[in-house]
């Protein structure tokens, strides 16, 4: 037997190599190493062979193709299935969002969902609509009370998310917007990466994070408003 035989014969396949992955992930010892500043969480969205055989998973089809008046049907004769997840965790806000439905969106938040729901590796539906540029989703969830500062078990918040993706100009603008902006940019994932050194490496949108700084912040907070109804009351009035 040549060299070369030798070496294929000892050549996993990949059906094995995915069974030992499968095993180190389950494995309590070894399981830390597959999170980190990098976990990508809609890598692994739970695929299902015929998602209409029970509510549970059709629901979560219907959440994420769109299929709202199913949607509706469903949850008319079962309001609780807003609340179901896949293996993976994704429930039905997550589809909608990384497939950027926004009726979808809004009828699930009218419906209770969860808007800061997370899935096994700590994302948010907020997360899943920063991983693909999807910023009508995210100003929606955020309208929606979405928390823009909830860190995934990689430490990543979806400003890191959406910093490491090229194309991220529109979604970065609409998180820039959040008067608590700046505590976030300022924050390092597990890698030890703050949302501004991810943009660095990513794309040419680094340069936007200048927008990120508090004067800029206070000039959107309540107490710099024009609209005397919800002006920040003055320090006398608020200890009365």
Do not use: E, F, R
């Given at each position: 037997m040549s060299d070369s035989e030798d070496e294929e014969k000892h050549i996993k396949s990949f059906a094995e190599v995915h069974e030992e992955i499968e095993a180190f992930k389950k494995n309590p010892e070894t399981s830390g190493m597959f999170?980190?500043?990098?976990?990508?969480?809609?890598?692994d969205v739970d695929i299902v062979k015929n998602p209409k055989a029970n509510s549970c998973d059709h629901v979560l089809w219907a959440a994420e193709h769109g299929e709202i008046d199913v949607l509706k049907e469903l949850l008319s004769k079962q309001p609780g299935l807003v609340h179901v997840q896949d293996s993976d965790g994704y429930s039905p806000l997550h589809r909608a969002a990384y497939s950027n439905h926004?009726?979808?969106?809004?009828?699930?938040?009218?419906?209770?969902?969860?808007?800061?729901?997370?899935?096994?590796?700590?994302?948010?539906?907020?997360?899943?609509?920063?991983?693909w540029n999807n910023y009508m989703a995210a100003a929606r969830l955020l309208a929606g009370g979405a928390d823009a500062k909830i860190l995934s078990d990689g430490g990543q918040s979806p400003l890191h998310i959406t910093a490491s993706i090229s194309h991220c100009k529109a979604t970065l603008l609409i998180l820039f917007l959040k008067d608590d902006i700046v505590e976030v940019a300022s924050k390092e994932n597990s890698s030890g990466e703050t949302p501004e050194k991810l943009a660095l490496g990513h794309g040419i949108y680094a340069p936007l994070f200048e927008m990120v700084c508090p004067e800029v912040s206070y000039i959107r907070s309540l107490a710099f408003t024009?609209?005397?109804y919800v002006r920040q009351k003055p320090a006398s009035l608020e200890s009365k």
């Open positions: 999170v980190s500043g990098w976990d990508d969480a809609d890598q926004i009726d979808v969106i809004s009828y699930l938040l009218s419906m209770n969902a969860n808007v800061n729901k997370k899935t096994q590796l700590g994302w948010t539906p907020l997360h899943s609509a920063c991983k024009t609209n005397p």
